[in-house]
């Protein structure tokens, strides 16, 4: 199967503890589809870039494989940029600088080259422009995984409870999860996000690890402990990319497939942080991957007789 | 093998978002040793509590096999009482009242019928006190436990690193790992304590799971999502008893043991959050235990390939 993203395609320049980087690669669409290409799962990007955009991130997706032919570029724009720098604990950040730029105007263009792709992955974006992608499939795909955030739930609300209600899975922090349902306990929240149309709702916890909720099933994970987290940018992202790509590759969207799917979305974030931005992951051979995911099943399999 | 249990027997007044309670049964060995006698693993406390102590709870001990020999009761003196109000997130309190009490002047006597325990569980409590129980065991317990707080770095950092220089095992939540260590990263904190004394660390981190670590292997779980946490008091104390129970009744202390026994602790503790002070502890039994255990085995059990 195939995957089309939305989401944005940016520059980030972040300060974490450990350093800080200029003007380097970033944004949603580019981590869920850097991810995708670790399973050698087929995406496209649809986003709007900037003429400021370098012809070679252009050109090492396309070597990734990855269907670069939605991604506008506006010459005389910007590309969205956004700073931030990182707590020493790095489980909070402020932003230092956000820059809409083209992204402002975006208008999502989906070529007729990805209209029959089976999985849609809506990036975190404006509600408004998640849904408009998805009028503008001229079929429904087979599964809609939508990313959000609490800022859409302050500015957008009507809009985001439209698009919400269109989605097969949704991804959100926990935090996120109470804010969008009212509710403290997870569970509970899960149970009511269920009810605005998710049939899967996936609970991030950064690292704490995730949640999967399906029907009254529940799937627990922690998260891979790390000794060095050296910058958390993208791993949300790149959990969704790996998420989608392994349902993509296996063609299932049972919930059994959608533990495994949340295994290697958390064995795929557990990369990005490692180095700064999208660099560990453009790195990543499949073998490693697999090792992650051999160390994960370690991590948490257990035997008990009582 | 048998527990020997070190730590509180006391009186709380707990309010939450869910309701409150006058005085009622609690402290660290009392929910350590009710979540043993649930595996039927033999137990007994040192402890020390006043005249307004009721016989009926001491009873109640004795029926379930707890041998309360070392239970010193001082006729004119009043029992360790403790009170406190939960936020809203169940996940923060406030202490209302603290009234150490006959604590005060606590000297363990240790019983000659429990000079034999294999397992020794030191329950929160001045570091100086838990040395002096060590001290005065004929012989050293196979294995000795150790749960300690914040509270003691802050004002008895000397006394605490040397009874954590005498351990096999310590169980710590995250926080306290992270102050004890100067450590952030939970991995890094785990191996600065185990250059300090315990050959097994074990990090609680409540409604978000719990870590093992041992050598270079770690061993993670989430915590089984509840619905309803009605009151977290007692949670931390019933894992470690859960845990300590379950090694003594495999008669291993492995790290393969360890880990199950984390399950095991992990199942108890969600029991008795579900219920106001020790009332759900009191009432489970061993079946609904080990359906309990199922289910955490269905929520966290997976197959990947890739």
Redesign the interface.
């Known amino acids: 199967m195939k995957l089309l993203v939305v989401g944005s395609v940016a520059f980030d320049a972040i300060e974490t503890p450990f350093g800080k980087t200029d003007k380097i690669l970033g944004g949603a669409a580019t981590y869920i589809s850097l991810a995708s290409t670790i ?1 050698k799962v087929k995406s496209g990007i649809v986003s709007v870039v900037g003429g400021d955009f370098p012809q070679s991130d252009l050109d090492m997706f396309e070597e990734r494989g990855i269907n670069i032919e939605g991604i506008e570029v506006v010459k005389d724009g910007k590309t969205f940029f956004w700073s931030g720098k990182y707590h ?3 489980n909070s950040r402020d932003t230092l600088v956000t820059e809409v730029n083209v992204l402002e105007n975006f208008d999502p263009k989906i070529p007729d080259s990805m209209q029959d792709s089976e999985i849609l992955v809506l990036g975190n974006l404006h509600p408004g422009v998640q849904l408009s992608v998805l009028e503008k499939m001229t079929s429904r795909p087979k599964l809609v995984i939508l990313d959000t955030m609490n800022f859409w739930m302050d500015t957008a609300w009507d809009l985001l409870v439209k698009i919400i209600g269109k989605t097969d899975v949704i991804t959100i922090n926990d935090e996120e999860a109470r804010q969008l349902s009212g509710e ?5 929240a899960a149970k009511k996000i269920h009810k605005m149309g998710p049939r899967f709702v996936i609970i991030k ?1 950064g690292e ?2 995730a ?1 999967l909720f399906h029907d009254d099933m ?12 050296y910058d958390p940018t993208g791993a949300g992202d790149t959990f969704a990319g790996g998420f989608a790509a ?1 349902l993509a ?1 296996k063609e299932d969207f049972s919930f ?1 497939t959608m ?2 799917a ?3 979305g958390s064995a795929m974030a557990s990369f990005t942080v490692e180095k700064f931005g999208t660099q560990k992951l453009q790195e990543v051979a ?1 073998g490693e ?2 090792a992650r ?1 051999k160390n ?2 370690e ?2 399999t ?5």
């Open positions: 399973l020493n604990d790095l403290y306990s997870l569970v509970k916890k704490h690890g949640l529940i799937f627990a994970i922690p998260a891979l402990p790390l000794e060095e987290v392994y590759k059994e533990k495994s949340l295994i290697v499949e991957m697999i995911i994960f099943k991590l948490t257990f035997e008990v007789e009582v």
